[in-house]
């Protein structure tokens, strides 16, 4: 789904995109965009394909049919008509361009925060030792976590991990950063830590597509919203439009209507 107010060209292409899981259709010919520098986030009711979505989008998960492009080159794909899935190592050097942030963390539990984000650096990037620590250790800097460096996943609390783990991503200076509902997995008290990062990290220009579940840091910090309902792209627009309590759109109204009876 095209957005006319952006006159610069897409940085990523969704177009037409399904997935279905057996039987059960997720994504239902989903179309979006996001131009480099943009912050686009994407909100919904449970089951309506958004974290399906951002798995297609670092091929994760592979897609039946449609086209997904970062930088203009299909993702997953050579050839998005004939489904001729890429090699593993094209795939994991297309995964380090699309930094993914997970709600569970998914550090590695046996290696240190520095560790953790070292090991893409070295493994796909092929920075050395030196090289790899340097960058670590920044970046944990810019999180707020230069005296963790090297305590392990265990000693952390779940805000720290996360932002080790958007550390981690962001350390392999992807083209666009993928948060999924990062902070759905954290105590109340720890969110803002991590809201905080991300918000920098926008303020930086990092492009990014974020599902999130925060209204309120959506409100402040997208340029656009995407709203998902049923497996498509139900509304898209700035967030003073879509998150409007006179929304035209019923799906979306009985959506913010819930939500805002189950948070207040």
Not at 231 to 237: F, L, N, P, R
Request: aromatic share 4%.
């Amino acid at each position: 789904m095209s957005d006319a107010s952006n006159a610069r060209p897409a940085l990523l292409e969704v177009r037409d995109v399904s997935k279905a899981f057996g039987a059960v259709a997720v994504l239902r010919s989903v179309s979006l965009e996001v131009t480099r520098g943009e912050v686009v986030t994407v909100i919904g009711p449970s089951g309506s394909g958004k974290t399906t979505l951002l798995r297609c989008v670092n091929f994760l998960e592979s897609y039946d049919s449609g086209s997904i492009r970062i930088d203009g080159r299909e993702v997953g794909y050579r050839d998005a008509a004939t489904r001729q899935r890429r090699s593993e190592r094209d795939l994991a050097g297309m995964r380090a361009e699309t930094g993914m942030v997970f709600q569970s963390f998914n550090l590695f539990p046996h290696l240190t925060a520095a560790g953790n984000i070292m090991l893409g650096l070295t493994k796909v990037r092929g920075k050395s030792a030196a090289e790899a620590r340097s960058i670590a250790e920044h970046w944990l800097g810019r999180v707020g976590l230069a005296h963790k460096a090297d305590s392990l996943p265990a000693e952390l609390s779940g805000g720290q991990q996360q932002r080790v783990g958007i550390a981690r991503a962001v350390a392999m200076e992807p083209k666009i950063l993928l948060l999924d509902e990062i902070t759905s997995a954290l105590d109340p008290e720890l969110v803002g830590e991590v809201l905080a990062v991300v918000r920098s990290l926008a303020e930086d220009g990092m492009t990014m597509l974020m599902v999130t579940h925060e209204m309120a840091f959506a409100r402040d910090a997208s340029s656009r919203i995407v709203f998902m309902a049923d497996g498509g792209v139900s509304a898209v627009g700035p967030p003073k439009e879509i998150l409007a309590a006179e929304t035209t759109n019923e799906r979306l109204r009985s959506f913010l209507a819930r939500f805002r009876a189950s948070h207040f």
